[in-house]
């Protein structure tokens, strides 16, 4: 698990990612297919549940894509149950302290590190492969904490000294909102807080991600340096393409109905 995600992250090269909030496996297939280097399954917001977590790993068997899900919240139940049927790892949403994200490693790894039980689910094999996985799970999964609150940013250097951390994930709107500037991508001061949260992060060996709004900004991410960049989620591209075609055909994109 992981393993062609961490290479490029130690190599200091951009790995680029889709935000999958779509039921449809054929997402996760047409991402390895292109060789998009990572996925992460949202089930913090929308309707995705874990039978759709196991679909899109089943779509991406046989390739290097590594399958993170978003659950919707630190507590054991998602957590666990996303990784008992497979998931490659987290990204758990609002962290604001060290507490917290030691609470979550709890959850997330076996013991002697956490108290996660061992199970018979699929990331297991139904149990043919149960030694192997419960032996290397510790080292192979990927926890990702978001950082995305005033307060994470105020503890940020107690979250960054947090054991077996690789990567942390920058939510700027939230942050944004966390700060007043509710609906706002990057409202004040928070494009300059990201690029801090980079810069304190890499000083100590940690890897950054963010999701990108654009083409345009996909490339300021990687040549700032983020290691993780989101192109998107699967529908926001297909809306984004939609438009830029049908604007570039002279149709109006506020209306029901462009053709």
Sequence with gaps: MNE???????????AFG??????????????GLLGIDWICIDMEHGYLDYRDIQTHLSAARGTNL????????QELEPIKRALDVGAHGAI?????????????????????????GIGGERSVK???????????????????????????????????????????FLGPGDMSASRGAVGEW???????????ILRRATDRGISSGIVARSTEEAITRRDQGFGMVS???DIGLMIRQIKTMAEALGKETTGHRWF
């Design 186 to 196: 990057e409202g004040p001061g928070v494009a300059e807080m990201n690029l801090d």
């Design 66 to 73: 590594t399958v993170l899900v978003r659950p919707p919240s």
């Design 126 to 168: 139904w149990g043919l492969d149960l030694e192997q996985y419960v032996t290397n799970a510790n080292d192979e999964l990927l926890l990702i904490p978001m950082i995305e609150t005033q307060r994470a940013y105020e503890n940020l250097d107690e979250i960054l000294s947090a054991d077996k951390l690789e990567t942390v």
């Design 92 to 116: 758990v949403p609002l962290i604001d302290s060290a507490e917290e994200l030691h609470a979550v490693h709890e959850h997330f790894y076996y013991p002697p590190l956490g108290r996660r």
């Design 231 to 233: 192109l998107g989620s």
């Design 4 to 14: 062609a995600l961490r290479n490029k992250l130690a190599a200091n090269e951009t």
């Design 18 to 31: 889709l935000w999958v909030t779509s039921e449809a496996s054929a997402v996760t297939e047409v991402a």
